[in-house]
Nanobody, 119 residues
C-alpha cells in the first residue's frame, strides 16, 4: 500500500494545522491507520491511531488538542492539530499496513511531512 501525506507547514504556537493521508494500492490491511512523529534526536513515537470502527488512541501529550479521523470508504486518515506547541515540531508520518495495532505501527509508511511550530 502507498501512503501520501499532505498538510504540513510552519505555524505559530497556539495555531492549527490539518494533516491528511491517502492510502492506495492493495495487499495490506487498513484496519488501523495512524500518525507517528519523529523530532531530531528522538525516536519515532505514536501520535494517534484509529481503527476501522473508529476506536482511537492518543499520546498523552496530544490528548485534548489533536483529533484523528478517517474515511474508510476513501482509505484516508486526517489529523486535526490545534493549540500547537513548539514541542510538536517534528516530521509526521502516516502509517498503516499489516501488523498495525492501536499501540504499534504496521509495515507501511508515508514519506513524512514536516510540521514546525515556531514564532
Amino acid at each position: 500500500v502507498q501512503l501520501v501525506e499532505s498538510g504540513g507547514g510552519l505555524v505559530q504556537p497556539g495555531g492549527s494545522l490539518r494533516l491528511s493521508c491517502a492510502a492506495s494500492g492493495s495487499g495490506a490491511s487498513l484496519y488501523v491507520m495512524g500518525w507517528y512523529r519523529q523530532a531530531p534526536g528522538n525516536q519515532r513515537e505514536l501520535v494517534a491511531t484509529v481503527t476501522r470502527g473508529d476506536i482511537t488512541k492518543y499520546a498523552d501529550s496530544v490528548k485534548g488538542r489533536f483529533t484523528i479521523s478517517r474515511d474508510s470508504s476513501k482509505s484516508t486518515v486526517d489529523l486535526q492539530m490545534n493549540s500547537l506547541k513548539p514541542e510538536d515540531t517534528a516530521v509526521y508520518y502516516c502509517n498503516t499496513g499489516n501488523g498495525a495495532t492501536l499501540r504499534a505501527p504496521g509495515d507501511s509508511w508515508g514519506q513524512g511531512t514536516q510540521v514546525t511550530v515556531s514564532s
